[in-house]
């Protein structure tokens, strides 16, 4: 069974800097598309970020210039770099991943429980 577990939400203040981090556990052959997502209260889920295996990265409009996604192989894990945030930023934070976990044909998509991250003074 794989796990991704999400650390480093919280409260800061417009203008301020987050680091989120998801970490993936358990049984895994390769890890292809690692992202994240939000979800504010009353809308729908939204992409964020997103990274290929090889390193290719997708950004939300909302969030470029601000945003860095990175990502460490060798840990299975992809990183939220958040800078100048803004209050409408405020969300719970969901990482997502398609891991196999046996070979090339056993890929399937899985979600983080989710972190709150808060903006506001």
């Known amino acids: 069974q794989t796990q991704l577990v999400e650390s480093g939400g919280g409260l800061v203040q417009p203008g301020g800097s987050l680091r989120l981090s998801c970490a993936a556990s358990g049984r895994i052959f390769r890890i292809n598309n690692m992202g994240w997502f939000r979800q504010a209260p009353g809308k729908q889920r939204e992409l964020v970020a997103l990274i290929t295996s090889v390193g290719n990265i997708n950004y939300a409009d909302s969030v470029k210039g601000r945003f860095t996604i990175s990502r460490d192989n060798a840990k299975n894990s992809v990183y939220l770099q958040m800078n100048s945030l803004k209050p409408e930023d405020t969300a719970v934070y969901y990482c997502?991943?398609?891991?196999?976990?046996?070979?090339?044909?056993?890929?399937?998509?899985?979600w983080g429980q989710g972190t709150q991250v808060t903006v506001s003074s």
């Open positions: 997502n991943a398609d891991v196999a976990y046996r070979d090339y044909y056993s890929y399937t998509n899985y």
